[in-house]
């Protein structure tokens, strides 16, 4: 493993980077490099890769680059690189550094151990609490910012070692399921000062035995021990223990040295770390930790929103809290309001479209779009999707008294946009209709499926009865279709200024035993280009007539619609093939026979 250490001419901008054997990595300044460089303008977006091997790295310049390597004082397009040696890119410096970290034997034991709880640390007081403060306003953009676990592992250090200023090194070390230690990333303020060897010892008293913070102090030695936590001048190390959603069980270490030496500049001689000021550290370092736990499940909870934000209305997320509880996501039996919505001209355009499949797709994907955002957008759950076809529904998982009239509004601006899609020729959807069929009963509602893969979706009867219903809106040239209860429930739950319906007829649908009436949804009156009150109450009259068998004066109340309604087709039609009487075992319904 190699450290890959960076340097600018400002002292900020400075970074490390893990190299893996067996890995390839692209430097650039490009957001979509493996190694992001943005501070340098004369470093190309992506100007070098570099091919890692147990032992060098082979770096050649990227065919995308406008300016060159130098190494060894040379401009190069490609040189093979060990450990310790140094090339420039534009005008920053990059150290070549070859890793080694081994945790040091369990029979060492410290000098002195102290383990630490909440309650305690809480009183302990920082000295420098402003540095410190600013380190830690950096650490939730550092996570989030981490595009990989290997990229946060090598921002994370870098952090904590810039607010643990008497700490000479920091790692990140994990406890496996097998009881193993495992050191994923580890960082020295002084990148020659040698390998690094923390201690197992430690780390397992602190992540499996105690879990928390536990520091360990060894007596000073001259000479390096086989169990000693590093090197010999590493004298002190404490390890945190971090809750994380992939790693269960894993740290942060920090080791240094009681005796520190004066950073040059200073006045000569050496500086005890009491122990006082390691307790701090420790405090600090929990912080870290704690922020990392919080960070964690923020943006677990968004991941989740943002599932749940697929299938459910922001009021039902809002309901759910911020901790949804998944058992109300379990199938359960309940009243739901059922729509199901189908896009028209699907396989005209599909024959059509036969040479681009992606464009088509794309112009279905935005036609379905247009069907849920509506749905969601009125309360509802988006469903399974059928091909061209969504379904909906309201009820689940939370009963409401107004789910009919949420699902008949979702309906009306679902068919209100289309309706301005086809106003405009130059629209990708202009060519395509929808078809709606809703229906109120009773269904199971939930996660539905096997134990590989389940949806949440709706299941029983009703669904498919506002199938039948959608279906039967092609045959009766209508765009929405209601059934008995929802028509009943509209007129209770629904003003005449939201939503109005027509009476289209008694049907007994395709595969069903039963006939029922069926009725259209329409816009109210006040929408411009849709019927009148009077002519959906001479219609309806019309209806009356032909279920009673009274065919004539059916055909003349039914001939007074306006041409453009094409409702009066279906029931007419039927008049026309009969000469205008009923049939002498008429039975009061039309049996309908396709779905």
Not at 441 to 449: L, P
Not at 520 to 543: F, I, K, M, R
């Amino acid at each position: 493993m190699f450290e890959l250490i960076t340097e600018s001419l400002e002292p900020h901008q400075k970074d490390h980077f893990t190299l893996i054997p067996g890995e390839s990595y692209v430097i650039g300044r490009d957001e979509s490099a493996d190694i992001v460089i943005d501070w340098d303008k004369a470093i190309s977006r992506k100007h070098v890769r570099i091919d890692v091997s147990s032992d060098s790295l082979q770096m050649e310049l990227h065919p995308d680059s406008t300016n060159p390597i130098f190494s060894d004082g040379r401009s190069t397009s490609s040189c093979r690189l060990k450990s310790g040696d140094i090339f420039v890119l534009g005008s920053t410096r990059f150290l070549v550094l070859q890793k080694s970290a081994e945790t040091g034997e369990t029979d060492v034991p410290p000098f002195q151990e102290m383990a630490f709880d909440q309650q305690e640390l809480k009183q302990i007081r920082f000295r420098d609490a402003d540095k410190r403060l600013e380190v830690l306003a950096n650490l939730s953009e550092v996570i989030r910012a981490s595009r990989t676990e290997s990229d946060l592992h090598s921002r994370l250090v870098n952090l904590i070692l810039a607010g643990v200023p008497y700490a000479e090194a920091v790692a990140i070390v994990e406890l496996t399921s097998q009881g193993e230690v495992k050191i994923n990333h580890w960082i020295r303020r002084h990148e020659t000062a040698g390998s690094f060897r923390p201690s197992s010892r430690l780390i397992i008293d602190s992540l499996a035995q105690k879990k928390r913070s536990i520091l360990h102090v060894w007596e000073k030695r001259e000479e390096p021990d086989s169990g000693y936590t590093a090197v010999a001048e590493l004298d002190w190390a404490f390890c945190t223990p971090v809750e994380w959603e992939q790693s269960p069980r894993w740290g942060l270490y920090l080791a240094g040295q009681r005796e520190y030496q004066l950073a040059e500049g200073l006045p000569h001689g050496q500086l005890v770390v009491e122990t006082s000021q390691l307790k701090a550290d420790v405090k600090f370092v929990e912080i870290v930790s704690q922020i990392l736990n919080s960070v964690q499940r923020t943006t677990r909870l968004e991941r989740q929103q943002a599932g749940f934000r697929q299938f459910f209305a922001p009021p039902i997320l809002a309901a759910l809290g911020d901790n949804p509880n998944t058992d109300l996501l379990e199938p359960r039996e309940c009243d739901v309001t059922v729509l199901f919505c189908d896009l028209r001209g699907f396989s005209q355009r599909a024959e059509e479209a036969s040479g681009d499949l992606i464009g088509l797709l794309d112009r279905v994907s935005k036609a379905l779009g247009v069907m849920t955002s509506q749905i969601l957008e009125h309360g509802g759950v988006t469903g399974d999707f059928q091909g061209d076809a969504a379904l909906g529904f309201w009820g689940w998982p939370f009963a409401s008294p107004t789910s009919v009239k949420q699902a008949c509004l979702a309906a009306l601006a679902i068919r209100s946009e289309f309706a301005r899609i086809q106003s405009h020729k130059d629209h990708p959807l202009s060519q395509f209709q929808m078809g709606i069929g809703i229906a109120h009963g009773r269904a199971v509602a939930g996660k539905i499926g096997t134990t590989e893969q389940v949806k949440v979706t709706v299941f029983g009867p009703v669904v498919n009865l506002a199938s039948r219903l959608e279906g039967m809106t092609k045959i009766m040239r209508v765009p929405i279709l209601v059934d008995e209860t929802i028509s009943k429930l509209v007129k209770q739950q629904v003003s005449p200024t939201e939503a109005r319906l027509r009476k289209l007829g008694r049907v007994l649908p395709y595969g069903f035993e039963k006939p029922l009436m069926v009725s259209e949804l329409l816009p109210p009156a006040s929408v411009e280009g849709t019927l009148t009150d009077e002519q959906v109450n001479d219609y309806e009259q019309g209806v009356e007539r032909f279920l009673e068998g009274d065919w004539e004066t059916a055909y003349q109340l039914l001939h007074g619609m306006p041409a453009t309604d094409r409702a009066q087709d279906f029931l007419n039609l039927i008049i026309a093939q009969h000469n205008r009487s009923a049939p002498e075992n008429w039975p009061g319904y039309i049996a309908m026979e396709r779905k």
